[in-house]
């Protein structure tokens, strides 16, 4: 089944229009090549591509794969439960359970820790007093200031 394999697992498929990507990104690999050679690897990318057009299965492309179809019937079936998935505590396993008791148990684990929650967004804060530190310190500031030069 789909759920054993984890949550890391990850289906390949293609996307419509990865021909005309994979066009793209050669164009811009291509850019960084010497002006002398662009050329000649701009005629073996198009004859590669123009391969993979005709070797492209259109009609194969707009099924569905089975695997999708199975992970939107699994996500259906969360929303409809008012469920979700989630690591378990121990293993290398995952659970399935409602969503309003892996809320409670989040709140019971800051609460039972004795975190403070705050309702301000402390990154700013953060973020100049790492600058101030920068600016003060001499090996920092100097290797900062190299690299703008």
């Known amino acids: 089944m789909l759920l054993q ?24 690999a291509i850019t960084q090549l010497p002006t002398n050679e662009r050329e000649a690897y701009r005629k073996i990318i198009a004859d590669r591509l123009c391969t993979l057009q005709q070797n492209n299965n ?17 996500r259906s079936k969360l ?8 690591r378990a505590d121990k293993g290398n396993s995952i659970v399935i359970l409602p969503t309003q008791q892996y809320e409670s148990k989040i709140q019971d684990f800051l609460q ?3 975190f403070i929650t705050t309702t301000k967004d402390p990154t700013n804060t953060y ?4 600058k ?7 090996t920092l500031s100097q290797t900062t200031a190299n690299e703008n030069i």
Do not use: C, F
């Open 79 to 86: 929303k409809d439960n008012n469920a979700m998935i989630a």
């Open 5 to 28: 394999k984890g949550s890391k697992y990850n289906i390949h498929a293609k996307r419509r229009n990865w021909i005309q990507n994979l066009g793209l990104e050669a164009e811009t």
């Open 127 to 130: 973020q100049t007093e790492i």
């Open 58 to 74: 259109p009609s194969r492309s707009h099924r569905t794969h089975p695997k999708t179809r199975i992970i939107k019937s699994v």
């Open 132 to 138: 101030n530190t920068i600016k003060q310190s001499k």
């Open 112 to 114: 039972g820790n004795n």
